[in-house]
């Protein structure tokens, strides 16, 4: 997808307008999650849960990318904006260490829904083999949030990753 338009998609989808901040997009994350989450929200399906945190990465790679962009520029019938196309790869390698471990969360996850079959959650091991499997598949992850945050306590990424072992805890009781 063109890299505008899915920044336009992402603004829209989490309702932020041009020069939202880091903390309204955590402000609007936040709330939509809470409303889209298929185990506590208004959707028994983690489509919409799943669309939102594709627009939240993108927006916090773009906020990463260009933190001295104040404003987004939204179609006006010109051709895309040069900026975005020819933007560079951050360089921050604690990003890449979060963004990693978050895509493979996410993967972990998702897995387990598709083994489980939409069956009701379970969380004792006796009734659940794929629960088992899932921890298996995050311990990795967890680690490397760990890391972050003894390693890396000042990075951006830090809150992510402290947030990240939070919500997890429920797979690892």
């Not at 903390?23 to 399906?45: I, N, Q, R, V, W």
């Not at 897995?111 to 939409?118: F, I």
């Not at 809150?159 to 690892?172: F, I, Q």
């Amino acid at each position: 997808m063109d890299k505008k338009l899915l920044l336009n998609d992402s603004l829209h989808f989490l309702g932020l307008g041009p020069g939202f901040t880091e903390s309204e997009l955590k402000e609007s994350y936040h709330k939509l999650a809470k409303k889209y989450h298929p185990d506590s929200g208004e959707f028994t399906s983690d489509v919409m849960f799943v669309e939102l945190n594709k627009h939240y990465e993108s927006l916090k790679d773009h906020l990463l990318i260009h933190p001295e962009e104040e404003t987004f520029s939204f179609g006006s019938g010109e051709a895309s904006d040069p900026k975005i196309q020819t933007s560079k790869p951050s360089k921050d390698p604690v990003f890449h260490e979060y963004k990693m471990a978050k895509e493979k969360e996410t993967e972990a996850i998702l897995r387990y829904y598709e083994k489980r079959n939409l069956h009701p959650i379970e969380l004792s091991e006796n009734l659940n083999k794929e629960l088992i499997q899932l921890r298996k598949d995050l311990e990795p992850v967890l680690s490397v949030y760990v890391e972050i945050l003894k390693n890396h306590s000042t990075s951006l990424w830090a809150n992510d990753a402290k947030d990240s072992l939070e919500r997890l805890r429920v797979w690892l009781r």
